[in-house]
């Protein structure tokens, strides 16, 4: 069964760095569309940035420009590498995987099938 796992959370305090890591497992292929989430205590899931089949990368507004996704589709790895962190960053981050390579999922959270258990990032000011 396709499985993803998220590493590399942690506390940073604000203007700092973090870098996080999701490895697949279980699919012979490379994955199609990647992407990251993360979900505040009492907010609603939102997608953070996502990466397709073709290396397209989309960003939410929140993040452009200080978040940079990215995959190593040799060794079936998405990052997240996080920049300029703010205390609004704080949150759960997930990796979801869609693997149907036809698709256009984006930053709907409804779009993938499967997710990992999340990793905690905490931004202090």
């Known amino acids: 069964q396709a499985q993803v796992k998220e590493s590399g959370g942690g506390s940073v305090q604000a203007g700092g760095s973090l870098s996080l890591s999701c490895v697949g497992a279980g699919y012979t292929h490379n994955i199609p569309n990647m992407a990251w989430f993360r979900q505040a205590p009492g907010k609603e899931r939102e997608g953070v940035a996502t990466i397709d089949i073709n290396d397209r990368t989309r960003y939410a507004d929140s993040v452009r420009d200080r978040f940079t996704i990215s995959k190593d589709n040799a060794k079936n790895t998405l990052y997240l590498q996080m920049n300029d962190l703010n205390p609004d960053d704080t949150a759960r981050y997930y990796c979801?995987?869609?693997?149907?390579?036809?698709?256009?999922?984006?930053?709907?959270?409804?779009?993938?099938?499967?997710w990992g258990p999340g990793t905690q990032v905490t931004v202090s000011s």
């Open positions: 979801a995987a869609d693997y149907r390579p036809w698709s256009d999922p984006g930053l709907s959270a409804s779009q993938y099938g499967t």
